[in-house]
């Protein structure tokens, strides 16, 4: 909670900053993202579409200060949109109570603006495939990501899960999942798999022992953002879980 009491008290000063945004008009909403084109996007076409990945970042933190995951996916032939879920008008993120009921409203509300960005992007992109798209995100994005895998979208491919807390990871034959977990904070009952769970739906967990959930962004030590893109790579290259 010091966490989140921190990056709170800075959140207005550093999270809205120069950028695109997309404009939904049925909430009176400004969503501001950016947009990373693959490495060799000269082999996207309309017939040969490329990956899309949407990254939602952890509360407070800018959506900007994921390039370390972004640069990866460009690499690995992604277009990534990075998505800033937190608007001034929007109320804090709940810290006490039941706070699977609490924040609901804020999961909810990603949920929204990721199907959104969806349906407002995809018109424009014709040589990317939103319709097998790839969730990744850290922390509350996490749950976000999670909180729409579960509403059983069909175009939810594959969620990375970056030391989510909260909301049940999506248990379905269709979706595949990673979940790569730090070492000093648990998740909440019930959101990683079990044993059977995971063997049943293919869920892969990864803990990477010494990292703190704090520094899963563009501000933590390079060999912690370098053994995350490792584990995104291999993921996504499609390695057992045993080998990722």
């Known amino acids: 909670m010091k966490f989140l009491a921190l990056v709170t008290s800075i959140f207005f000063s550093v999270f809205c900053f120069a950028g695109n945004t997309v ?6 909403r ?16 309309e017939i040969q579409k490329c990956p899309v990945a949407f990254l939602s970042s952890g509360y407070g933190v800018p959506h900007s200060k994921y390039t370390f995951l972004s640069k990866q996916l460009n690499e690995l032939g992604y277009m990534v949109v990075a998505i800033g879920h937190e608007l001034e008008t929007d109320p804090p993120l709940s810290v006490s109570g039941d ?13 929204e603006t990721l199907d959104f960005i969806k349906h407002n992007l995809e018109p424009d992109y014709p040589s ?7 969730l990744i995100a850290h922390s509350n994005g996490g749950d976000i990501s ?9 175009y ?18 269709d979706i595949g999942v990673l979940s790569i977990r730090g070492s000093d904070y648990p998740a909440d009952e019930g959101v990683l798999p079990s044993q059977q769970e995971s063997a049943q739906y293919g869920i892969c967990v990864k803990e990477i022992p010494e990292s ?3 520094d899963m962004t563009d501000y933590g030590p390079k060999w912690l953002k370098d053994e995350i893109s ?15």
């Open 23 to 28: 404009y939904d008009e049925s909430r009176d």
């Open 30 to 45: 400004q969503i501001p993202i950016d947009i990373s084109h693959p490495t060799a996007k000269e082999q996207c076409s």
């Open 99 to 111: 706070l699977y009921e609490t924040r609901s409203e804020n999961w909810s509300r990603g949920a």
């Open 128 to 134: 990317y495939n939103f319709n097998d798209l790839l």
């Open 146 to 154: 999670s909180w729409l895998a579960n509403e059983g979208k069909d």
């Open 156 to 173: 939810v491919g594959t969620v990375i899960t970056i030391d989510h807390r909260r909301v049940p990871l999506p248990r379905s034959e």
């Open 212 to 214: 703190r959930h704090n």
């Open 230 to 244: 490792r584990k995104v790579a291999n993921y996504l290259n499609g390695f057992e879980c045993e080998k990722v």
